[in-house]
């Protein structure tokens, strides 16, 4: 067996990826460049396959490795332990002869070591994959989550209309003189009858504490 | 002096709800999901088409051309946002198009767009798992289940909500930030009362909504945040409250 050396952490720049020295020739590769993706040579990656900018490596699992069994399931665990920092993606090529095993290596990859699987038809739509995750780091992602620091009054005023009987007007009234829902939830039917009714002033504190039935 | 409660399923079973949406669309993947995974599928209003898995994870269904196409960037984004607001864990699972009978089926054009999709989707943390028919995709709701069952994260509370208060309790709890429908109805069988809920500590509220220690104090907080008058008063004319 092969000694492990620890791999090597690096972060390629922008626009670049670092490819491992046995993709030097291959026509994933060629496409790469095609898609002005620049390449940098590495030997000393681990088992990864390829390092992109955006701190993920990439290990690809060709439609031969699949048909030829097992190694592939070692290698691929072989590569969940390595304790990178980097996210961890498999490529898997699904074509009219690995289609049989995709969902068996789906739940490996998925189920059992929590990797991130893409299918892809071969070499050249790998590429494109590649070249787009490449490319993407310079543009914002859709869907990352924006952190909104969405004003709190009026979901405070949203939930206390959910009182039954109490609507927009009465709500903004309880919060002038209660303003958290809990000083709301603690005031007494005596508190509250200054500003309601005596049988909506009973109506909303029991509506708080009432029993949920099912409740313990 | 939170006590959690039993799950509903029996032994060996998953509980699965679905938005009432997902039921034109999705008779055959629940008939799939009851009948040969035995699961407990619980029809709900969610706020969206999407399906709940376990207390922590929610799972679209979309069809591969669905997320290839352009047009629907916009509001996949919206969905995958506000799902990240409500649940640790989003998983999509994509499927293969049907295709019609007598039609040849076309292969699937790969665009440089879809790519781009899927590497954000990726980047952001959510699951992506490839389906080709509909039975596949309730073999694998029916496997996030068990999984995250057996991460301690499986929904385990009963699912009928009855009466006319704890109907609105659900309701109330639903309209706490950041809490999913599990939370709430979590929240509504655990605590005792609304008011039990409202003065419990944040271990009480992680506990007792089964949720993350983080979502528990964003609901502590937001339970004891003082409405500035100000506001309230401008919003009064319909300045900032719609």
């Known amino acids: 067996m092969e000694a492990e050396t620890a791999p090597l952490n690096a972060v390629p720049p922008y626009g670049h990826v670092v490819s491992s020295d046995k993709w030097r020739n291959s026509s994933l590769i060629h496409s790469l460049k095609g898609g002005g993706v620049k390449i940098l040579y590495e030997n000393e990656l681990g088992v990864a396959d390829f390092h992109l900018p955006n701190r993920s490596c990439v290990l690809y699992v060709s439609e031969y490795d699949i048909i030829a069994g097992n190694g592939y399931k070692r290698k691929l665990v072989r590569y969940r332990n390595v304790g990178t920092s980097f996210q961890q993606l498999v490529l898997v090529e699904n074509t009219r002869l690995s289609e049989q095993y995709f969902s068996a290596v789906q739940k490996f990859v998925v189920f059992d070591l929590g990797l991130t699987l893409l299918p892809v038809s071969g070499q050249t739509e790998a590429s494109q994959l590649i070249s787009q995750i490449v490319h993407g780091e310079g543009r914002e992602n859709p869907f990352r989550r924006s952190s909104s620091s969405r004003l709190l009054d009026p979901q405070v005023l949203a939930l206390v209309q959910q009182i039954p009987g109490v609507g927009k007007v009465k709500a903004l009234t309880l919060l002038q003189h209660f303003p958290s829902i809990q000083q709301l939830c603690n005031a007494s039917p005596v508190d509250l009858e200054p500003f309601m009714g005596q049988a909506v002033a009973q109506q909303i504190h029991s509506f708080f504490h009432k029993s949920t039935a099912a409740g313990p | ?242």
């Open chain 2, 1 to 242: 002096d939170v006590s959690v409660t039993e799950s509903p399923a029996p032994p060996g079973s998953v509980c699965i709800l679905v938005d009432t949406r997902c039921i034109s669309s999705g008779v055959e993947l629940m008939t799939c999901l009851r009948q040969r995974h035995r699961a407990t599928v619980h029809v709900c209003s969610l706020d969206g088409s999407y399906f709940i898995v376990s207390n922590r994870m929610a799972v679209e269904r979309h069809s591969q051309s669905d997320l290839a196409a352009i047009q629907n960037r916009k509001r996949l984004a919206e969905r995958v946002n506000s799902l990240q607001g409500l649940f640790e864990r989003i998983c999509l699972i994509v499927e293969k198009d049907r295709t019609k009978p007598g039609e040849t089926s076309r292969p699937f054009q790969r665009t440089r767009y879809y790519d781009s999709t899927l590497a954000g989707l990726v980047r952001t943390g959510v699951r992506l798992l490839w389906s080709h028919s509909t039975e596949e995709s309730a073999g694998l709701l029916a496997d996030l289940a068990r999984l995250e069952h057996r991460k301690g994260q499986g929904i385990a509370v009963p699912l009928e909500v009855k009466g006319q208060h704890m109907q609105q309790a659900l309701q109330m709890y639903l309209s706490l930030p950041s809490v999913n429908y599990v939370h709430a109805l979590n929240m509504s069988q655990n605590f005792r009362s609304i008011a039990h809920l409202i003065n419990s500590s944040i271990e009480d509220i992680e506990k007792g909504g089964c949720m993350s220690r983080s979502r528990a104090e964003a609901i502590y907080r937001f339970l004891r945040y003082s409405c500035d008058s100000f506001l309230m008063n401008t919003s009064k004319t319909g300045k900032i409250c719609q």
